[in-house]
């Protein structure tokens, strides 16, 4: 005989109003990379599913269950944003009436600590300070009101991010589900001196059209930012698979369907023991920490990683085959002057155009000006990095080339 469980009230509140609805949530990402994320969502989500590039990210109507999905999966989204309310209010006693009415037991458990992320546009409430402390007096007072004892809960970890938009007098509440910014995948203990993020270097090979079968080559791998995101596409691995995200501390949380979807997902996950990513970098302390965490995450099977230099290296002492080279040089004041950096770049693309006749590739410019003396011919998109405007491009090189 089974005992049966009764569910108190707020449970009953929580699985109506945020676990079996639908509700907006809203993928973030860096400029330029809208399209991209959309697409990704397009072939996650199920066919049908309302959604919309909108500033500064993606926005589509789901479930808590596509929340769990999209985090889990997306390779170029920053962090993911489940709406709670919208109203409009153009002073501040507007906005302490309608906050009082946010039932925050439903998002957020007992003694959570929360940050409140405010910004404002064409909104009488400018000041951003005074709107995060009336959030923040808003969720204490609700906990204060509402002893929720009947709730035997673990003490929050986790400092859950609430974001707070002012538009045109309108205020958006939204709680991240991300936690850390999803390009931590959990993988690299360290930072090289030439960091791509790992959102960057999945969306370059995404537009470059790599498919996860054939050789890629990271020649400058610092540390291994594109071998690594070309492994996880190429073993079928979700990126969020090695870490833990905020939503892991919300009220609605379900451990068993998390635990389902991570099962469903390990299934999926593509086995070899023959490398064909190869990542390579003169630094041999960076080589040797990437090769740590290539072993530690079991990820040696497909990436075989060496201490050599770009210059002295040909492509055909790993592969026979043509593939993809994925390439970052450095520039600016990681070489001390602009007329360095500016070198080593146009050697950088000498030797491609010597060593990696018919190969794709993708390669990372300062600048336009540099970009466009790139003796191929390549598309080139302009994506933030490091606080800069670079140019991305992405091409074949030509096997021959006419003098």
């Excluded at 309302?50 to 789901?62: D, H, L, R, S, T």
């Excluded at 850390?180 to 790992?198: F, M, Q, S, V």
């Excluded at 630094?283 to 201490?307: C, F, N, P």
């Excluded at 006749?357 to 011919?377: D, E, H, S």
Aim: charged letters at 25%.
């Amino acid at each position: 005989m089974t005992r049966a469980t009764t569910e108190t009230p707020l449970k009953k509140r929580i699985k109506r109003h945020v676990i079996g609805r639908e509700r907006l949530f809203f993928a973030a990402t860096a400029p330029g990379l809208e399209t991209i994320c959309q697409e990704e969502l397009k072939v996650l989500l199920p066919s049908g599913t309302p959604m919309a590039i909108v500033e500064g990210g993606v926005e589509f109507k789901g479930r808590l269950h596509d929340c769990y999905l999209a985090n889990l999966n997306l390779r170029t989204a920053n962090r993911l944003l489940m709406r709670i309310e919208s109203f409009h209010a153009a002073n501040f006693r507007e906005l302490e009436k309608k906050l009082t009415a946010v039932p925050w037991e439903l998002f957020l458990l007992p003694g959570t600590p929360t940050h409140i992320r405010v910004t404002a546009r064409h909104s009488r409430l400018y000041h951003k300070d005074a709107v995060a402390g009336r959030v923040q007096t808003s969720i204490a007072f609700c906990f204060a009101q509402n002893e929720f004892s009947e709730e035997a809960s673990p003490e929050p970890t986790v400092t859950q991010q609430i974001f707070v938009r002012l538009s045109d007098n309108r205020v958006t509440l939204s709680i991240d589900s991300s936690g850390d910014l999803l390009h931590k995948r959990g993988i690299k203990p360290c930072t090289a001196k030439a960091p791509i993020r790992e959102t960057l270097a999945a969306a370059a090979l995404i537009l470059s059209g790599y498919t996860g079968t054939e050789p890629l080559v990271d020649p400058m791998c610092g540390s291994g930012t594109f071998a690594i995101e070309a492994a996880l596409i190429a073993r079928k691995i979700p990126p969020g698979r090695f870490r833990d995200f905020a939503f892991m501390q919300w009220p609605s949380f379900q451990p068993k369907r998390w635990q389902h979807m991570i099962q469903a997902a390990e299934k999926k996950i593509v086995r070899t023991n023959t490398p064909f990513i190869f990542a390579s970098d003169r630094d041999d302390r960076a080589a040797r920490e990437l090769e740590d965490s290539v072993t530690q995450h079991d990820l040696s099977g497909i990436i075989a990683v060496s201490i050599r230099d770009f210059f002295d290296l040909s492509p055909t002492e790993l592969t026979n085959s043509p593939g993809l080279v994925t390439l970052n040089p450095p520039f600016g004041r990681r070489l001390g002057s602009r007329r360095e950096s500016e070198a080593l770049f146009l050697s950088v693309c000498e030797r491609l155009q010597k060593e990696y006749k018919g190969w794709k590739f993708v390669l990372i410019a300062p600048n336009l000006r540099l970009a466009g003396m790139v003796p191929f011919r390549s598309t080139t998109h302009l994506l933030p990095h490091g606080g800069l405007k670079v140019a991305l491009m992405t091409g074949r090189i030509p096997d021959k080339f006419i003098s």
